[in-house]
């Protein structure tokens, strides 16, 4: 396993479209993430996955935003009628089960959408 | 609600200088962890440390060093004998006794940019 995969790298789309990221977690990681990160800031938390059920969701995801699980491997977030202030880093980031390695969550290279 | 400061926008120091970032933490939490990211210009985050709060005692590996300090809420991150390698932006992050992220995921500083002058 080489670590967290993110699809596509970069993303242009016209605004009103929708987009869709996919994120392939470290196979052994039950914990999956998605956070986004505008130019000049640290990311910024979204939504988190335990296996399949998303457990946690940042009032920063619209209702433009919906992510998923469907069987607690990867994940997909889509953005529905998409905004120029969308334009940002979308980050993938797993974990293993508590207590499973000491190593904090492992990040993807991200996806980057520019909405023009 | 938790928050993270990163005081220092940017640094530019001569290669072979020590370096140290500061980071400022407030939470109500009082089980949480502390990270350190290091996100070259590539962008993926790196995972520098991982630190619980009942650990105050300050940790090296090889260059790198953290100082936690519990009655300042400060984790402080030193590079010693900087190299142009080390060039990259330097995320600090607090995240909640679940470690799932709590109600807030992690929580990062708005970052150190670090240039390492040859």
Known sequence: DTGVSQDPRHKITKRGQN???RCDPISEHNRLYWYRQTLGQGPEFLTYFQNEAQLEKSRLLSDRFSAERPKGSFSTLEIQRTEQGDSAMYLCASSPPTGQGDYGYTFGSGTRLTVV | AQKVTQAQTEISVVEKEDVTLDCVYETRDTTYYLFWYKQPPSGELVFLIRRNSF???????????WNFQKSTSSFNFTITASQVVDSAVYFCALSGTSLGGGADGLTFGKGTHLIIQP
């Open chain 1, 19 to 21: 987009v869709t990221f």
């Open chain 2, 55 to 65: 650990d105050e005692q300050n940790e090296i590996s090889g260059r790198y060093s």
